[in-house]
């Protein structure tokens, strides 16, 4: 159980480009879900915090109107890059806990954003 | 704040061999502490968690880890590693009670050398 997906796992499109990234909770429901973003042989860098039907929580630094991120429901929220630029290129994880105290987080597989 | 700091950034360790992967946290609170195996090109697996209870967790794929609140350590190990367990091994803690996010450490890279 508690299997999360991320869709899609690759993408490489031109600068410019607006690239929008889904992540569900495939069998339970999320209260919350976590955006990290991954750089080469480096730790997760948490971007944002999103519960279901609120404004996401960003960390400091982490631009709100570059990262979108929408929670519409208990098991889908999705990460939008605007107007993406090479230096957006990263790899980008999700995760999703259920409610309730103690919980671990459950990591979708990733997504790698090359942007050319 | 909290803060989990990994000694090693890489251990390589022979086919067989024992091994044991560091952690220590800062936190001025109670945490929950936590294991993730990353392998490559891929998120997150969790390996086992401590919440409360026996300091001794064990957790899948062979691995365990022990609490120690004097130390404020949870050291990974396991008894004999296999090629398949070369990976990025996180450490990561939580506050306690309540949903914040996890904390990472940086990562260890095991290398299972054959």
């Known amino acids: 159980g508690a299997v999360v997906s991320q869709h899609p796992s690759r993408v490489i499109c031109k600068s410019g480009t607006s690239v929008k990234i889904e992540c569900r909770s495939l069998?339970?429901?999320?209260?919350?879900m976590f955006w990290y973003r991954q750089f080469p042989k480096k730790s997760l860098m948490l971007m944002a915090t999103?519960?279901?039907?609120?404004?996401?929580?960003?960390e400091q630094g982490v631009e709100k109107d570059k990262f979108l991120i929408n929670h519409a429901s208990l098991t889908l929220s999705t990460l939008t890059v605007t107007s993406a630029h090479p230096e957006d290129s990263s790899f980008y994880i999700c995760?999703?806990?259920?409610?309730?105290?103690?919980?671990?987080?459950?990591f979708g597989d990733g997504t790698r954003l090359s942007i050319l | 704040a909290q803060s989990v700091t990994q000694l090693d950034s890489q251990v390589p360790v022979f086919e067989e061999a024992p091994v044991e992967l560091r952690c220590n946290y800062s936190?001025?609170?109670?945490?929950?502490l936590f294991w993730y195996v990353q392998y490559p090109n891929q998120g997150l697996q969790l390996l086992l968690k401590?919440?409360?209870?026996?300091?001794l967790v064990k957790g899948i794929n062979g691995f365990e880890a022990e609490f120690n609140k004097s130390q404020t350590s949870f050291h990974l190990r396991k008894p004999s590693v296999h090629i398949s367990d070369t990976a990025e091994y996180f450490c990561?803690?939580?506050?306690?009670?309540?949903?914040?996010?996890?904390?990472f450490g940086k990562g260890t890279r095991l290398s299972v050398i054959a």
């Open positions: 995760s999703a806990r259920k409610g309730g105290d103690g919980q671990p987080q459950h």
């Open positions: 069998d339970f429901q999320a209260t919350t």
């Open positions: 999103s519960n279901e039907g609120s404004k996401a929580t960003y």
């Open positions: 936190s001025s609170v109670s945490v929950y």
């Open positions: 401590y919440l409360s209870g026996s300091t």
């Open positions: 990561a803690v939580s506050k306690t009670p309540g949903n914040t996010p996890l904390v």
